[in-house]
């Protein structure tokens, strides 16, 4: 509030739109590029198709034109090579003030096309005696919302404000890392860095200040995962399950219906190691849709009961949990392992059956959606709690699974979203992290291709010789809150579409404004083969397992993110047969959605998608990325392309934690301290897994 420029309107201002409170904030806030303006164009040189470009000359004269909210002020501006036109649409008795014609400016902007004349809308003006602030080589840009700019508070103000920030107080930033970093990799101070963020002195200056300041977030991040994660080892004992005995025996030799894949037997293996050793298991389990996740999870849960406990699985919709537990009872068949169900659809009846068999211990596998984290749940002695589709359950629900115990069960995490390894590192870096990457015998890649929305008669031909073939379809669209209206309305246009154009088969549809017994009794129609064509929202995204569905059609297209793509592609493909996508779009689309579009024909690797996601999107947007507790906020890594500089923090994390694993060296006062204040927490979210 006090740095000169600032003031308390603005302070309020920059608290509620960017977090920016003190001037450690503001130093902070850093640049989402640079721009050279080192160099001025001529007003003859000047197209509607430049980046940025700057100019020296002066305002001939003001005019405004126009009524009400169509006003605008133009400013004639030459250089004596040419004329052009600065416009503004607000402040305009601000700028008649404050600019005199005649008086030399230096302009800075980016020119439009405007009919037949070029213009540069809202530049950035400045007295020809300020070239050395302004003009004298890389000028940042920040990032600024819509409050902020009709306050004036743009990309400008901010350069201004650390400007005066870095200028006035004449200071040295106190160092953020112990000098034996900064000096085995050879970095520049922090006060450096913060300095040639904001105003580099060159190219190579500014990329030095770049690598600095990643390897500080990324380090401190690392830091704070490994630390925790060293912790709950140290702290946390499990309960050891050193026996294989009857149920894990008699299924894998009687009951099993495939031979594991390598993967699955490397996995099981890991899972197997972390419950015998004496320490909680905290591990994620990665895997494609359909690589057989479920039946390692069951593997897992039948250790717990060889050791006398009970295990439960824990689902995000009653759907997938109805899903699990045919799948299980199906995989065990006649075997002497009790499984039983609890969503919110179990009766008071059920319940009260059901409820005492759990605390006795009769129950040996309880699966079930968030009724499992109920009060009124207790177990005798739950040793293994397996989470599925994790990133649809917050951290605080998974964690009362815990105050269940005497002790800590083991966890099994799993997640069929591909999660790419820089991700994973900081997301989950403080769980052990197994990946199943093969899929099981006989699946044949499903066949992805791309069709425009004109087309539509040749692709509900191709529908009808697959229905011919016995096969079912399934057809998505999207569900969007800000036009959820809109879409329902389109999907049930569809529906009716779909009913018109297959009259011989029978369509049903399932969404999510129907009742749980609605839904239910329509899903049950496809799942048994009633219904050839299911017409849907995304609520059938997660687990829904129809082997006889050969087909996805997804209309909009374009509306959806490449790993939600993924997901719905991984509705067929799992019975024996050639399976297909059709993914439907309109014509006109962004570059940046045809290559999402030419990602999915072109591969059904979830992992390079899942990459690719990463880098179109940024961490800031993929799913999960909120679930880490407090979420992962990064101002300036980009886990895309700095997966470098995170393998280097990360090990140099990990050899001051081998050395001393609480910080507690005078030397570390330092990390410990810059740890604290970074990652102030109520709750040590780290030990719930």
Known sequence: MYLPGVGPKRAELLKKEVDVVSFEDLLYYFPYKHIDRSRFYRVSEITGDMPYIQLKGRIVFFDTVGE??????????????????????????????????????????????????????????????????????????????????????????????????????????????????????????????????????????????????????????????????????????????????????????????????????????????????????????????????????????????????????????????????????????????????????TTKKQRSALLPAVASGEVDILIGTHALIEETVVFKALGMAVIDEQHRFGVAQRSRLWVKNQFVPHVLVMTATPIPRTLAMTLYGDLDVSVIDELPPGRKPIKTVHRYDTKKAAVYEFLRSEIRKGRQVY???????????????????????????????????????????????????????????????????????????????????????????????????RGAEQSYCILISSYKLSNETRKRLEIMVRTNNGFEIAEEDLKLRGAGDLEGTQQSGDGLFLKIANLAHDGEILQRARRTAQKILDNDPDLTKPEHKLLRDRLNSLFRRKMNWGLIS
């Open 68 to 345: 009400g909210r169509k006003k605008r002020l133009i400013g004639k501006f030459t250089d004596d090579t040419g004329t052009i036109d600065l416009v503004w649409f607000q402040g305009l008795k601000y700028i008649t003030d404050k600019y005199r014609p005649g008086t030399e400016y230096i302009v800075f902007g980016r020119p439009k096309a405007f009919g037949h004349s070029v213009n540069i809308s809202h530049p950035e003006i400045d007295p020809v005696e300020n070239a050395p602030q302004v003009a004298s080589g890389l000028t940042p840009l920040y990032h600024t919302t819509e409050l902020m700019k009709k306050a004036f508070l743009h990309s400008r103000a901010i350069q201004d404000m650390q400007y005066t920030l870095l200028s006035t107080l004449d200071w040295q930033i106190p160092e953020t890392l112990p000098e034996s970093i900064v000096t085995h990799f050879q970095m520049m101070s922090v006060s450096e860095a913060i300095k040639n963020i904001h105003f580099p002195e060159s190219a190579q200056t500014l990329q030095a200040a770049q690598q600095r300041l990643k390897f500080d977030e990324l380090f401190y991040i690392q830091l704070n995962i490994l630390r925790t994660a060293t912790l709950r080892r140290n702290k946390l004992s499990g309960v050891a399950f050193r026996r294989v005995g009857d149920a894990f025996h008699t299924f894998y030799r009687d009951y099993l219906p495939f031979r594991l894949t390598g993967a699955q037997q490397r996995v099981l293996r890991e899972i197997h190691a972390d419950m015998k050793s004496g320490q909680q298991m905290n591990r994620l389990l990665q895997g494609d849709v359909g690589s057989g996740k479920t039946l390692v999870a069951l593997m897992a849960m039948l250790l717990a009961v060889d050791n006398g406990f009970q295990a439960c699985m824990m689902a995000p919709t009653e759907i997938l949990a109805n899903q699990h537990l045919a799948t299980v009872k199906e995989f065990l068949k006649d075997m002497d392992v009790r499984v039983e169900l609890l969503t919110g659809s």
């Open 475 to 573: 057809v998505v669209y999207p569900l969007i809150e800000e036009s959820e209206n809109l879409d329902y309305k389109n999907l049930e246009e569809g529906f009716e579409t779909f009913k018109k154009v297959f009259p011989e088969y029978r369509v049903c549809m399932v969404h999510g404004r129907m009742k749980a017994k609605e839904k239910d009794a329509e899903m049950q129609r496809f799942v048994g083969g009633e219904a050839h064509i299911l017409v849907a929202t995304t609520v059938i995204e997660v687990g829904v397992n129809v082997p006889n569905a050969s087909v996805m059609v997804i209309e909009s297209a374009e509306r959806f993110g490449l790993a939600q793509l993924h997901q719905l592609r991984g509705r067929v493909g």
